[in-house]
């Protein structure tokens, strides 16, 4: 009997160890990573296209530094959720996690650890040189001559905005794809600085016509009764007050819009 075991327990670590490296050598491609099921419209969807969202719904994305990127479609995920149902146009997209992505030489060769974008090759993408969105880091290289060509490598998948090192956000463009993106992600912020910042305008506007208003009338009326100058000029710093509390309870109707 305790031979029958020994011998048992051999044939079984003898067959693990033969099945193992087949099963680990299959497992390399599952992307690490949770899965939503979605419906994409368009042709020639296929694993590692990278997903943008719209009004009109889910297609393969067509624009660099994309800020709508919902992630990347992934066959074989370790898990997967599909609420949806089983639908033809149904693909599994991974937000956030390790996953295959397609990619192209298209911005130059990709080396390990640069930030990957999406480009304007639909569904592929490249490597990010400048201040933008960015779905993630490379883990693989990739280099090719063509510059039409699509291959895969793995990525740490990240959406988010990324500031470039060699180039600072000071430029017109970066910031107006930061406010872009801010309006994408935080639109009721982005409506409650609009307002502060007219309310401000505003306060300034009307504190600066009645003080010139006023001060022109005290010039003209000091001008023409010279004995009662300091009664004008009383009038005139008091008006001065009046201003600065304009100005003032606009700042404080501000803070108090964005505080809400």
């Known amino acids: ?5 020994f011998v048992l327990g051999f044939i079984c670590v003898l067959a693990v160890a033969l099945v193992s490296p087949a099963f680990s050598q299959e497992e390399q491609n599952i992307s690490l990573g949770i899965a939503n099921y979605v419906t994409i419209s368009g042709k020639d969807i296929k694993d590692g296209d990278i997903i943008t969202s719209s009004e009109k719904g889910y297609f393969k994305s067509k624009t660099p ?15 997967s959720i599909n609420i949806e149902g089983s639908q033809e146009s149904s693909y599994p997209v991974i937000t956030s996690g390790n996953v295959e992505v397609n990619v192209s030489s298209i911005n130059g060769d990709i080396k390990e650890g640069d930030l990957i974008t999406s480009s304007s090759i639909p569904g592929a993408g490249m490597k990010a040189n400048q201040t933008g969105y960015i779905i993630g880091r490379a883990l693989d290289p ?9 291959g895969k490598i793995n990525i740490v998948l990240n959406l988010h905005y990324s500031y470039s090192s060699s180039k600072t956000p000071s430029r017109i463009s970066d910031i107006l794809n930061l406010s872009v993106l801010a309006t994408y992600e935080s639109p009721s912020a982005v409506f409650k600085y609009v307002v502060a910042g007219i309310i401000i305008l505003l306060s300034f506007i009307l504190g600066v016509f009645s003080f010139g208003r006023v001060a022109n009338t005290g010039v003209e009326a000091l001008g023409r009764n010279p004995l009662a100058g300091k009664m004008i000029q009383l009038g005139i710093v008091f008006n001065v007050l009046i201003t600065l509390s304009i100005i003032a ?3 404080v109707m501000a803070f108090l819009i964005i505080r809400l």
């Open 65 to 79: 530094y994309d800020p709508l990127v919902i992630g990347v479609i992934s066959i074989k995920p370790a898990l």
């Open 142 to 150: 990739y280099s090719s001559r063509d510059k039409s060509a699509i």
């Open 249 to 251: 309870a606009g700042f």
């Open 1 to 5: 009997m305790p031979k029958f075991l």
